[in-house]
C-alpha cells in the first residue's frame, strides 16, 4: 500500500477592530493571510513525512530530537529527513516552564534559526509555528538534531508537529 500526505499549515492572524462613533461604526479590518498548503513528495511545496508527539521535560532537563534516523512516523517508519518544512512547538498553558528550542550542542539543525547557537523561548500557554516551502536542510550526522530544553521555573509538557521531505 502506498503513502500519500497533505499538509495545511495554519499560520495566520485576523483581527477586527470596531469603534463607535456617532450614528455609525468605524472598523479596522486586518485580513488573515490562505493556508500553506504542501502536496506529496520532495521539492519545493511539497513533504513526505511528519511527526507529532506530545512530550514531557523536567525542570532543567532537555532533550535532543534527532531528526535524522531516530524518530518514528505515525506508522512506525524511521524518519529519515532532507528538509524540515513546517514546525510547530506549543507549549501547553498548564506548563510552568519555559521552553528553549534550538541550540544543540553538537549536530545542531539550524532551521529557521539563524545559527547554530540560536534559539527561541516559548512561556507557557505560547505557541510557534515556522514555515518553509522551500525546506531547511537536515544534514545527518552534522545537522539533524532539534535540542528542546526546559528551565529552572519548572515543567513543561509541549506538542511538537514536524513537516518534513525527504529531500
Request: aromatic fraction near 6%; hydrophobic fraction near 40%.
Amino acid at each position: 500500500m502506498s503513502t500519500t500526505m497533505t499538509s495545511v499549515i495554519k499560520a495566520s492572524i485576523n483581527v477586527v477592530s470596531k469603534k463607535a462613533l456617532d450614528g455609525r461604526d468605524a472598523v479596522d479590518r486586518i485580513p488573515d493571510l490562505a493556508d500553506i498548503v504542501l502536496s506529496y513528495g520532495a521539492g519545493y511545496g511539497k513533504a513526505d513525512m511528519s511527526f507529532s508527539d506530545d512530550r514531557a521535560l523536567s525542570v532543567s532537563t532537555s532533550e535532543n530530537l534527532d531528526l535524522y534516523g531516530a524518530l518514528l512516523d505515525a506508522f512506525g517508519q524511521t524518519i529519515n529527513a532532507g528538509k524540515v518544512k513546517a514546525i510547530l512547538i506549543d507549549n501547553q498553558e498548564a506548563s510552568s516552564g519555559t521552553l528553549t528550542v534550538g541550540a544543540a550542542a553538537t549536530n545542531t539543525f539550524n532551521g529557521p534559526f539563524s545559527g547554530a547557537t540560536s534559539s527561541i523561548d516559548i512561556k507557557p500557554g505560547d505557541r510557534a509555528v515556522f514555515v518553509s516551502r522551500t525546506g531547511w536542510p537536515v544534514t545527518a550526522a552534522t545537522g539533524d538534531i532539534l535540542k528542546v530544553a526546559c528551565g529552572a521555573q519548572g515543567s513543561a509538557v509541549y506538542r511538537i508537529t514536524l513537516v518534513m521531505s525527504s529531500s
